[in-house]
Antibody, heavy 123, light 110 residues
Framework: EVHLVESGGGLVQPGRSLRLSCAAS????????MHWVRQVPGKGLEWVSG????????AYADSVKGRFTISRDNAKNSLYLQMNSLRAEDMALYYC????????????????WGQGTTVTVSS | QSVLTQPPSVSEAPRQRVTISCSGS????????VSWYQHLPGKAPKLLIY???LLPSGVSDRFSGSKSGTSASLAISGLQSEDEADYYC???????????FGGGTKLTVL
């Protein structure tokens, strides 16, 4: 069965860092692009970042550009999101999602999602 | 303010048909594929439609998608109480070089 399991969320002070992980199973991880999508409580879905199957193409939302770094380790079937200089507005439920295509801009749809991990930014 | 515009809410009676609109621009919907997602509270979002009008395996054919120019629509026929959820459209945006989501539409089945 295809699974994505996020981890690494928690409480962090403004300005500090946090690293999210996403463990994939049940499919050939390096066939697919991967994304992070977040949802602030009571708000809609917001795409955060995406990475192609071979890490050659990476994209970020303007709201996180320069602060967040997406990466993947295909040998470990894992996706990561390094979040630096965290702000109150980064507080959200972060989902890991599989792109049904291999490239970030394929537009083919995010067909598998994890349950999310919660990031709380507060002093 | 979301790049893709959806109505905040729609409502319809059981067994009826409802459509949810998604309006964008030439840099997103007008030039790239649209996907639609169903999001139930406390659950992971679920892909309903990809490449504008294709259904993933396992998704009910009560759901259908269409696109014309810079707008797209999701239609749900034979409404059931279990369809109550938030629905989002999404597309790649060439100008922003990233994915954009609509603000979401809350569907109420009366």
């Amino acid at each position: 069965e295809v699974h994505l399991v996020e981890s690494g969320g928690g409480l962090v002070q403004p300005g500090r860092s946090l690293r999210l992980s996403c463990a994939a199973s049940g499919f050939t991880f390096d066939d697919y692009a991967m994304h992070w999508v977040r949802q602030v409580p009571g708000k809609g879905l917001e795409w955060v970042s995406g990475i192609s199957w071979n890490s050659a193409n990476i994209a970020y939302a303007d709201s996180v550009k320069g602060r967040f770094t997406i990466s993947r380790d295909n040998a470990k079937n894992s996706l990561y999101l390094q979040m630096n200089s965290l702000r109150a507005e980064d507080m959200a439920l972060y989902y890991c999602a599989r792109d049904s295509g291999g490239n970030v801009a394929d537009g083919s749809g995010l067909d598998v999602w994890g349950q999310g991990t919660t990031v709380t930014v507060s002093s | 303010q979301s790049v893709l515009t959806q109505p905040p809410s729609v409502s319809e009676a059981p067994r009826q048909r409802v459509t949810i609109s998604c309006s964008g621009s030439g840099s997103n919907i007008g030039n790239n594929a649209v996907s639609w997602y169903q999001h139930l509270p406390g659950k992971a979002p679920k892909l309903l439609i990809y490449y504008d009008d294709l259904l993933p395996s396992g998704v009910s054919d009560r759901f259908s998608g269409s696109k014309s120019g810079t707008s797209a629509s999701l239609a749900i026929s034979g409404l059931q109480s279990e369809d109550e959820a938030d629905y989002y459209c999404a597309a790649w945006d060439d100008r922003l070089n990233g994915w954009v989501f609509g603000g979401g539409t809350k569907l109420t089945v009366l």
